[in-house]
């Protein structure tokens, strides 16, 4: 089963960090990801200027990858959060970078494509 290392990047602002739930999806040309919550047990992910990194597992090769889809629900209270970018390492060891540069308000789902 293919893996793909996934590296988060939190903006270093004030309250950038967030305690929500991040979901991510993979969007391929061959096939699409489930969503997988990013987070690592007994760790706090999401940290003001904090750079995470996940291995996110999918059941059959996705292609050439087309975009990331993020999705963030609330926790426990309103958090907002600064995502500066995000890094995908494929299985052949290419890198793509989504960058992103922008608070991420509410509970709802953000596209971002390779930059």
Not at 26 to 33: A, F, I, P, R, V
Not at 83 to 100: A, H, N, Q, R, S
Request: aromatic share 16%; charged share 30%; with cysteine.
């Amino acid at each position: 089963m293919p893996s793909y290392t996934v590296t988060v990047a939190t903006g270093t602002q004030w309250f950038a960090g967030t305690d929500d739930y991040v979901y991510l999806t993979l969007q391929g040309t061959d096939g699409c990801s489930e969503r997988h919550l990013l987070d690592k047990p007994f760790y706090n992910d999401f940290e003001r200027g904090a750079v995470d990194s996940y291995d996110v597992t999918v059941e059959e090769d996705l292609g050439e990858i087309q975009l990331i889809k993020i999705e963030k629900r609330k926790y426990w209270y309103k958090d907002d959060w600064y995502l500066k970018y995000i890094t995908v390492k494929t299985p052949v060891g290419d890198y793509l970078e989504f960058p992103c540069y922008r608070w991420i308000t509410d509970e709802k789902e953000v596209v971002l494509r390779d930059g």
